[in-house]
């Protein structure tokens, strides 16, 4: 059975700082999924990894794979307020098996 | 308009009552799936389908029922609603018959049930 672990669950980080959320899965897979929900909202698609080593950016969000290890972050740089939100990440055996989300809180 | 949308958005209902939830969606997609997210327990999976002839059961299909009626149309039953199926359920569909070779997943908006 797939097991997606997302570490750590819950994040409280200052305007400006620089973290990374881990996302570890139990089985072999070469596709991985970052979404994120903001509160009482629908998931929304951030990132499609699709290989070994794919890194996708967008704006103050940063995500990678590596299948061999079987791990993907999301690095967040110079957090704003506005990121605030839950981060799920997700692997596609054949249908999605997702984490149990990082919830994240930028304070001022 | 919205891409993939389900009704009703928020349903309070009582124990055994039976309830029934829809998602729709115009983007053409063949697959649909029904997730139920609790807090601190992220989606679950309850069925999906790949096309209309199509169904199968997820992590948590018990006590629950689907309905593929079309392509773009894929519904939920609880039959005998009881408190512990209390949740936000999504409705998601993605596509695998344009060429795509991974599984993005499109969400609805989410239906809030609340069963007293």
């Known amino acids: 059975e797939l097991k997606v672990e997302q570490n750590p669950l819950f994040l409280s980080m200052q305007e400006g700082k620089n973290y990374t959320i881990y996302c570890n899965y139990s089985t072999t897979s070469d596709r991985l999924y970052w979404y994120r929900q903001d509160p009482g909202k629908s998931l929304e698609s951030l990132f499609v990894l699709l290989s070994n080593g794919a890194v996708k950016q967008e704006g103050r969000l940063m995500a990678s794979l590596d299948t061999k290890a079987r791990l993907s972050t999301l690095h967040i740089t110079a957090a704003v307020h506005d990121l605030s939100a839950t981060y799920f990440c997700?692997?596609?055996?054949?249908?999605?098996?997702f984490g149990k989300g990082t919830k994240l809180t930028v304070n001022p | 308009d919205a891409d993939v949308t389900q009704t009703p958005r928020n349903r309070i209902t009582k124990t055994g009552k039976r309830i029934m939830l829809e998602c729709s969606q115009t983007?053409?997609?063949?697959?649909m799936y029904w997730y139920r997210q609790d807090p601190g327990l992220g989606l679950r999976l309850i069925y999906y389908?790949?096309?209309?002839?199509?169904?199968n059961k997820g992590e948590i299909s018990d006590g629950y029922s689907v309905s593929r009626q079309a392509q773009a149309k894929f519904s939920l039953s609880l039959e005998s609603a009881i408190p512990n199926q209390t949740a936000l359920y999504f409705c998601?569909?993605?596509?695998?018959?344009?060429?795509?070779?991974?599984?993005?997943?499109?969400f609805g908006p989410g239906t809030r049930l609340t069963v007293l």
């Open positions: 998601a569909t993605s596509d695998l018959t344009s060429g795509a070779t991974y599984n993005e997943q499109f």
């Open positions: 983007k053409g997609h063949d697959r």
């Open positions: 997700a692997v596609d055996p054949l249908k999605l098996v």
């Open positions: 389908s790949f096309d209309v002839k199509d169904i």
